[in-house]
């Protein structure tokens, strides 16, 4: 698990293909590995990774073809700036929210503008993630924690101030961009919850406008 605060900006190294998938080598930057062993978990871009080799001034994970076919890790190349992030530990201070570094799909920046010292971007998500964004809602962009603005339809607003700026990739962000979502796991859950004693069964699916009518949660 993680916060969704970012530690680090970290660069890709080397992205090698190994067997169809991928080796990725990142150098960390400022992030502390003093406490990091072999097969903990470091959130690159919101991507839970396990750390396989600790070579000195970064580490080395394996992304498997499933992981690259779901997030926009197949954009990185050698330079690309990375948000990282360590799992959180008992102590950890929650700044952000409760985040799973398990992308739920990529969206797309679609307008960045200027407002005072603040940065404001509308970002499309994928149609079948939109019913999870509500507004003064968390979402989690490239693994960083941020408070949704306003939504239209599949479309979301964030407000970034000058520090997330400073302090994430976020300031590079251009209209066409690709970047990994994660929505809140609390309405994740809430979904499976409305289902009931129906989340058993096969066939079960989202929760629908008639199913919530059907099962008393509307009022006629």
């Given at each position: 698990m993680f916060t969704g605060i970012i530690e680090s900006i970290g660069s890709i190294r080397a992205m090698t293909p190994k067997g169809g998938d991928v080796r990725l080598l990142v150098e960390t930057g400022k992030l502390d590995l003093g406490d990091v062993k072999l097969g903990d978990s470091i959130a690159v871009n919101g991507v839970c990774l396990t750390v396989i080799e600790l070579p000195g001034n970064g580490f080395a994970a394996d992304v498997s073809r499933?992981?690259?076919?779901?997030?926009?890790?197949?954009?990185?190349?050698?330079?690309?700036?990375?948000?990282?992030?360590?799992?959180?530990?008992?102590?950890?201070?929650?700044?952000?929210?409760?985040?799973?570094?398990?992308?739920?799909?990529?969206?797309?920046?679609?307008?960045?503008?200027?407002?005072?010292?603040?940065?404001?971007?509308?970002?499309r998500a994928p149609k079948d993630l939109a019913k999870y964004i509500a507004h003064k809602g968390s979402i989690t962009v490239d693994g960083t924690s941020?408070?949704?603005?306003?939504?239209?339809?599949?479309?979301?607003?964030?407000?970034?101030?000058?520090?997330?700026?400073?302090?994430?990739?976020?300031?590079?962000?251009?209209?066409?961009?690709?970047?990994?979502?994660?929505?809140?796991?609390?309405?994740?859950?809430?979904e499976r919850l409305l289902l009931g004693d129906k989340a058993a069964e096969p066939t079960a699916g989202n929760i629908t406008e008639s199913f919530l009518a059907a099962n008393g949660y509307l009022k006629s």
């Open positions: 499933e992981t690259l076919d779901c997030t926009a890790m197949n954009d990185l190349k050698a330079g690309s700036p990375v948000n990282l992030e360590k799992a959180l530990t008992p102590t950890t201070r929650l700044g952000g929210h409760l985040v799973s570094g398990h992308v739920d799909g990529v969206g797309e920046v679609v307008s960045r503008s200027e407002n005072a010292r603040a940065v404001e971007f509308r970002i941020l408070t949704v603005n306003a939504v239209n339809g599949a479309e979301f607003e964030l407000t970034i101030i000058p520090h997330t700026l400073s302090e994430t990739i976020m300031a590079s962000y251009q209209p066409g961009r690709r970047v990994n979502l994660e929505v809140d796991l609390l309405a994740r859950y809430l």
